[in-house]
């Protein structure tokens, strides 16, 4: 007896295996044109050479031990990094809005996962042969073919893991210089921990788990009936059509042309199983709209490829709503996506302002609180603060530090009273301000530091506000 013959909940059902046969059409080709855009872009762009004046000429390198990030001619600085807060939130804003118009075309279309399966699914395909001959290579005992095949298509996995993995690590160092350290052992332990990380995720994720990802791992999958309302695009079979008054049926001698079918009643299906044969999820999208379905679109191309061969008319699988499908008027702009759609447009505009009117200098003040003050021999009071200055420029900049409104107080930056900024560079300066006693009160007083460009007055004086904190502050 087994765990449903008993009546109890099953919590785990053995994965069934999916063997998806390949499809030619419209949105296979579209999908073939994004994953090798995708791959090229993701693959080459480690490699690309940039000129920028200053840094390293990689067009695109996280520069984590500089704390700078170069995307093409920007230099993102550590403290730009809310800026990534931004993208994240652009990103997520234009998922919803997406998602609420086009239903799932992110998981069918622009995925990694996706992306990668696909690509697994290729090489597979290219080993073992197409659905039939990969069903028959399973179920056959093992011989010398069969391991050979096995072994061929895990290696080739492994290969564009690890290839994947290793382009990955080549994004955080200088490419050419990092791929040599890589392979004669010279290259940092992150390097290899991420590279090795990232090809066994990729191998598990592409090669063995697949669908499994979307279907059980995937948040996505789960949350996106929030979005989905009976406008929203979705991959569907048209019931109406494919079943007639009696259902789907084969081609028959009796049941061969559409006026014969339509005679007895029967739909435009032929129940050929040729969509559920494509599906890389393994779903039949004759039983509806089901949270397994990444909206791939393959189904519409296998359907398709049968009505054409058919001489039928072509949607019987398509891009549609539930509203269309129940002969109701679709609507694409509804006040839901049109506030999404507000939301990301000022998202969007108030990231490129941001990152478009980036100060070529910055200052920002940390105060110093062990200890918050100290008194002086001569009776004086001390505070310490960091300075943090960034030239964000491509050129050096000579710059002095001064202060303004804090009465009596004197400013100590040791040796010097200007610093020279190379190109950009961020500098930490330690600045000591002390008060005479006459000048003294009990409680804090704000001040502020001035960072004044020496050579280039166009870039304007740097002000950042600080506290001077006197004995009795502390209470
Ligand atoms: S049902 Fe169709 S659209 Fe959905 S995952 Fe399967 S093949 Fe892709
Ligand atoms: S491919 Fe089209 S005709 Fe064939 S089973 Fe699927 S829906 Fe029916």
């Given at each position: 007896m087994n765990a449903s013959d008993s009546g109890a909940e099953v919590l785990y059902q053995a994965r069934i295996p999916i063997y998806p046969r390949s499809v030619k059409g419209r949105f296979r080709a579209l999908k073939w044109g994004i994953l090798t855009l995708a791959y090229g872009v993701y693959f080459l762009l480690p490699w690309l050479r940039w000129e920028?004046?200053?840094?390293?000429?990689?067009?695109?390198?996280?520069?984590l031990p500089g704390r700078r990030f170069y995307l093409f001619d920007l230099v993102v600085h550590a403290q730009d990094l809310f800026w990534l807060a931004g993208l994240l939130m652009v990103g997520a804003l234009l998922l919803f809005f997406v998602t609420t118009i086009a239903g799932r075309v992110f998981c069918g279309y622009f995925c990694f996962q996706t992306l990668w399966t696909d690509v697994y699914l290729l090489i597979e395909r290219l080993v073992q042969g197409d659905r039939v001959a990969r069903m028959r290579l399973d179920r056959a005992p093992w011989s010398a073919g069969k391991i050979l095949r096995k072994t061929a298509t895990h290696l080739l996995w492994l290969l564009v893991a690890f290839w994947t993995g290793l382009t990955f690590v080549l994004y955080w160092g200088n490419a050419p210089d990092l791929v040599a350290a890589f392979f004669t052992g010279k290259a940092p332990f992150p390097a290899y921990a991420t590279a090795l990380f990232l090809t066994a995720t990729t191998y598990v994720m592409a090669g063995l788990a697949r669908e499994q990802v979307c279907t059980y791992m995937c948040p996505y999958a789960r949350f996106q009936s929030v979005m989905f309302d009976a406008d929203t695009r979705i991959v569907a079979y048209d019931e109406k059509r494919g079943e007639g008054g009696r259902g789907r049926h084969k081609i028959t001698r009796e049941l061969k042309t559409r006026e014969q079918r339509r005679a007895a009643g029967v739909g435009d299906c032929i129940d050929c199983g040729y969509c559920v044969q494509v599906c890389p999820t393994g779903i039949d999208i004759r039983n509806g709209l089901q949270v397994q379905c990444i909206t791939c679109a393959l189904c519409i191309d296998a359907c398709d490829t049968i009505m054409d061969s058919l001489g039928w008319e072509r949607?019987?699988?398509?891009?549609?709503?539930q509203n269309e499908l129940a002969g109701k008027k679709s609507r694409v702009f509804k006040p839901r996506t049109l506030g999404y759609g507000l939301v990301l447009l000022a998202a969007i505009a108030a990231l490129a302002w941001s990152v478009g009117h980036q100060a070529p200098l910055e200052l920002a003040v940390i105060q110093v609180r062990q200890p918050l003050f100290v008194r002086l021999s001569d009776g004086r009071i001390q505070n310490s603060y960091e300075l943090h200055l960034a030239n964000k420029t491509n050129e050096p900049l000579q710059v002095a530090i001064m202060m303004h409104g804090l009465a009596g107080g004197e400013l100590d930056l040791g040796k010097f009273d200007s610093v020279r900024l190379p190109p950009q560079r961020s500098l930490k300066v330690l600045a000591r301000v002390r008060v005479k006693p006459h000048h003294r009160h009990k409680g804090s007083r704000a001040f502020l530091f001035d960072a004044i460009p020496q050579e280039k007055p166009e870039i304007g004086m740097v002000s950042a506000p600080a506290t001077f904190y006197l004995p009795g502050a502390e209470h």
């Amino acid at each position: 007896m087994n765990a449903s013959d008993s009546g109890a909940e099953v919590l785990y059902q053995a994965r069934i295996p999916i063997y998806p046969r390949s499809v030619k059409g419209r949105f296979r080709a579209l999908k073939w044109g994004i994953l090798t855009l995708a791959y090229g872009v993701y693959f080459l762009l480690p490699w690309l050479r940039w000129e920028r004046g200053v840094g390293p000429d990689q067009a695109i390198l996280f520069d984590l031990p500089g704390r700078r990030f170069y995307l093409f001619d920007l230099v993102v600085h550590a403290q730009d990094l809310f800026w990534l807060a931004g993208l994240l939130m652009v990103g997520a804003l234009l998922l919803f809005f997406v998602t609420t118009i086009a239903g799932r075309v992110f998981c069918g279309y622009f995925c990694f996962q996706t992306l990668w399966t696909d690509v697994y699914l290729l090489i597979e395909r290219l080993v073992q042969g197409d659905r039939v001959a990969r069903m028959r290579l399973d179920r056959a005992p093992w011989s010398a073919g069969k391991i050979l095949r096995k072994t061929a298509t895990h290696l080739l996995w492994l290969l564009v893991a690890f290839w994947t993995g290793l382009t990955f690590v080549l994004y955080w160092g200088n490419a050419p210089d990092l791929v040599a350290a890589f392979f004669t052992g010279k290259a940092p332990f992150p390097a290899y921990a991420t590279a090795l990380f990232l090809t066994a995720t990729t191998y598990v994720m592409a090669g063995l788990a697949r669908e499994q990802v979307c279907t059980y791992m995937c948040p996505y999958a789960r949350f996106q009936s929030v979005m989905f309302d009976a406008d929203t695009r979705i991959v569907a079979y048209d019931e109406k059509r494919g079943e007639g008054g009696r259902g789907r049926h084969k081609i028959t001698r009796e049941l061969k042309t559409r006026e014969q079918r339509r005679a007895a009643g029967v739909g435009d299906c032929i129940d050929c199983g040729y969509c559920v044969q494509v599906c890389p999820t393994g779903i039949d999208i004759r039983n509806g709209l089901q949270v397994q379905c990444i909206t791939c679109a393959l189904c519409i191309d296998a359907c398709d490829t049968i009505m054409d061969s058919l001489g039928w008319e072509r949607g019987l699988i398509r891009y549609t709503s539930q509203n269309e499908l129940a002969g109701k008027k679709s609507r694409v702009f509804k006040p839901r996506t049109l506030g999404y759609g507000l939301v990301l447009l000022a998202a969007i505009a108030a990231l490129a302002w941001s990152v478009g009117h980036q100060a070529p200098l910055e200052l920002a003040v940390i105060q110093v609180r062990q200890p918050l003050f100290v008194r002086l021999s001569d009776g004086r009071i001390q505070n310490s603060y960091e300075l943090h200055l960034a030239n964000k420029t491509n050129e050096p900049l000579q710059v002095a530090i001064m202060m303004h409104g804090l009465a009596g107080g004197e400013l100590d930056l040791g040796k010097f009273d200007s610093v020279r900024l190379p190109p950009q560079r961020s500098l930490k300066v330690l600045a000591r301000v002390r008060v005479k006693p006459h000048h003294r009160h009990k409680g804090s007083r704000a001040f502020l530091f001035d960072a004044i460009p020496q050579e280039k007055p166009e870039i304007g004086m740097v002000s950042a506000p600080a506290t001077f904190y006197l004995p009795g502050a502390e209470h």
